[in-house]
C-alpha cells in the first residue's frame, strides 16, 4: 500500500534514518512506526515525534509471532485467528517496506535452518504481534503488539 499523502515522514536527526510517520487526526497527531502500526494516541506533535524517537527502530529485532491458519495456506498466512488450526508462530523481521512486510520463522540462526519466509501486507496488522514478555515502553504505558 502506497503510504497516504496525510502521513509525514519522521527521520531521526543524527542519520536521517526514517523512524515512522505522524499522523494529523482529531485535532492531534499520531505516531505510526514502520510497520503501519499506531505507536500512540492522539497526541501534540512533539510528543508523537518523541514516541517514534523512543521507539526508534530496535524493535524490527524483537521476536514476534505471526498467525498462520491451519488451511495450508502456503506462505501468505491469510489466517483470521478463529479457525481451527490456527496457530502462532515465533518469527523474525527480515524486511520492511510500504509495499510489504517480510518475515521469516524463527531458527535461532542456525545456518543449516530452511528459510521459511512469509510475505505480510503493509500495515501489519494483528495477525503479527510482539512475543508476549519482549518488550516494554514504559512512556506508552501498554505492551506493543
Known amino acids: 500500500m502506497p503510504v497516504p499523502a496525510e ?3 519522521h527521520r531521526r536527526g543524527s542519520d536521517r534514518e526514517l523512524l515512522g510517520w505522524i ?9 505510526i512506526d514502520l510497520m503501519g502500526r499506531r505507536v500512540t494516541e492522539i497526541r501534540e506533535w512533539l510528543d508523537a515525534e518523541e514516541a517514534l524517537e523512543q521507539a526508534g527502530i530496535g524493535y524490527l529485532a524483537d521476536s514476534y509471532e505471526l498467525l498462520l491458519d491451519g488451511g495450508g495456506d502456503g506462505g501468505d498466512g491469510g489466517g483470521d485467528g478463529h479457525g481451527d488450526g490456527d496457530r502462532w508462530l515465533q518469527a523474525r523481521i527480515v524486511e520492511v517496506s510500504t509495499e510489504s512486510i517480510r518475515v521469516k520463522k524463527e531458527d535461532g540462526g542456525a545456518i543449516d535452518a530452511p528459510a521459511v519466509e512469509y510475505v505480510l501486507p503493509f500495515p501489519a496488522g494483528a495477525r503479527l504481534r510482539l512475543r508476549s514478555g519482549e ?3 514504559p512512556d506508552f504505558g501498554r505492551r506493543l503488539g
Open 23 to 31: 499522523v494529523p487526526e482529531s485535532g492531534g497527531y499520531v505516531a
Open 7 to 9: 502521513w509525514i515522514e
Open 135 to 137: 518488550l516494554e515502553l
